[in-house]
């Protein structure tokens, strides 16, 4: 059902003699003490699924200028990247942290603003980018109180969960001082401090354009980025879609390190733990194996939550259309080092047959690796395998941390 409603370190700037060779496009070398005194520590990942660890110096809307592990300074187009990421997940979320969810995954970590009920849309006040307003058939979820427990099965209808633990159906009419939610009876209003969940059933859209992971959990998109000194400068799509279409939101700054992720384009970059499986098979060796665990994604880079597959099993996916490749880590629970042995194989289903794309062997000796397949043009679907070795299916789990489809720009 959708809503038709009714009504980690600071950083310098580049000297200038720097930034005349960089715009030279001549590698050049930094004294290594200073490179490390001015960089943030990321990953870069290319469209190709290629990682690089990167001392990040300045990043724009067009571009960015990093540090080689050699200490030599380059630039690159941020169009040529598939992300801009922290190689560690951010810290936990305040406890008394509050959030808006929208359709497209953006995140806005801050508090319901005061005032009256709005029949379309709601208002929430953002620390970082002020007041802000949303249309509610825009909206995916409102955690009040993070702590409160989650349906995970959501039906047709809008849900609302109350601090108190009841679970009210229907469809959610208003968020205001008072939250008030029609169940096909009658509607029914409630004070908005016995609210810690309201979660509605609107479609989700795909992520588009320029994204931002900021460290307080922020997610939002922007339609620029600019470094200046210390800080970064983010502008957003204006507040309400009827606004002139080259008008921004006013800028807004942060400390370049709250900066956690970006990406050029949001459509070419798809967590894997975001996609539903579509089969949990065990292996062929046994029984029965617990489905895959999966993870929060609420700080992992990029969203990509981690996925436990936690016996000899195969899980499958179905791949967006213009899937070219999945890279992820995966590593051996140091719980399993002492007879865990196994191997993770990923194969794609093209053409009607099933083709082994990347195998991995995880033991004592190599308890991680970093796997990437690229998927053949007719691709359709991908398993991921834990097959049992050399003692059986003993202490056999593995976790698959960082999984990423990188997409057709």
């Known amino acids: 059902m959708t809503h ?32 490390q005194d001015i960089a943030l520590d990321r990953v870069m990942l290319d469209l190709a699924a290629h990682r690089t ?14 540090t080689e592990a050699s200490g030599l ?19 936990p979320l305040d406890p008394a942290a509050a959030w808006i969810e929208l359709t497209d995954g953006q995140r806005f970590i801050g508090q319901l603003a005061p005032g009256g009920e709005n029949a379309d849309g709601v208002g929430w006040d953002s620390p970082i980018f002020g007041p802000l307003h949303f249309p509610l058939d825009l909206v995916r979820a409102i955690v009040l109180d993070q702590n409160a427990a989650r349906p995970t099965d959501i039906g047709a209808d809008d849900t609302l969960v109350l601090r108190n633990g009841d679970v009210l159906t229907g469809f959610i009419e208003h968020i205001g001082p008072f939250a008030e939610i029609d169940s096909g009876s009658r509607p029914v209003r409630i004070p908005i401090d016995r609210v810690a969940v309201a979660i509605f059933s609107n479609e989700p859209r795909h992520r588009a354009g320029l994204f931002v992971w900021l460290a307080d959990g922020t997610i939002a998109r922007v339609v620029s980025l600019r470094t200046d000194g210390s800080l970064v400068e983010l502008a957003r799509p204006p507040a309400h879609p009827d606004t002139e279409a080259n008008a921004v939101a006013p800028a807004r700054r942060v400390p370049m390190s709250q900066l956690l992720a970006v990406v050029a384009d949001a459509a070419v970059i798809i967590p894997l733990a975001s996609i539903t499986p579509v089969a949990q098979p065990a292996s062929p060796e046994r029984r029965w194996t617990p489905p895959a665990r999966f993870g929060s994604p609420l700080g992992q ?8 597959l936690p016996g000899p099993m195969r899980i499958e996916w179905l791949l967006p259309p213009g899937t070219r490749s999945l890279i992820f880590d995966a ?51 991908v398993s991921i395998t834990l097959e049992p070795g050399r003692f059986g299916p003993a202490q056999d789990r593995a976790l698959l941390r960082g999984a990423l489809l990188l997409i057709e720009p």
């Open 73 to 91: 300074v380059r630039t690159a187009r941020l169009s040529d990247l598939a992300a801009i990421y922290a190689p560690l997940p951010a810290p």
């Open 4 to 35: 038709a409603h009714r009504s980690t370190r600071s950083r310098a700037r580049p000297t200038r003699l720097a930034l005349r060779l960089l715009a030279a496009s001549a590698p050049f070398l930094l004294p290594i003490a200073s490179a």
């Open 53 to 66: 660890n990167i001392g990040l110096l300045e990043i724009n809307t067009d571009s960015i200028v990093y």
């Open 331 to 381: 590593l051996l629970p140091e719980h399993s080092r002492t007879w865990g042995d196994c191997e993770i194989v990923v194969a794609a289903h093209a053409s009607g047959l099933d083709r082994e794309l990347a195998r991995v062997r995880l033991f004592d000796l190599q308890p991680s690796a970093t796997v990437i397949a690229r998927f053949p043009p007719e691709a359709v679907r």
């Open 301 to 308: 880079p990029l969203d990509a939550a981690t996925i436990e």
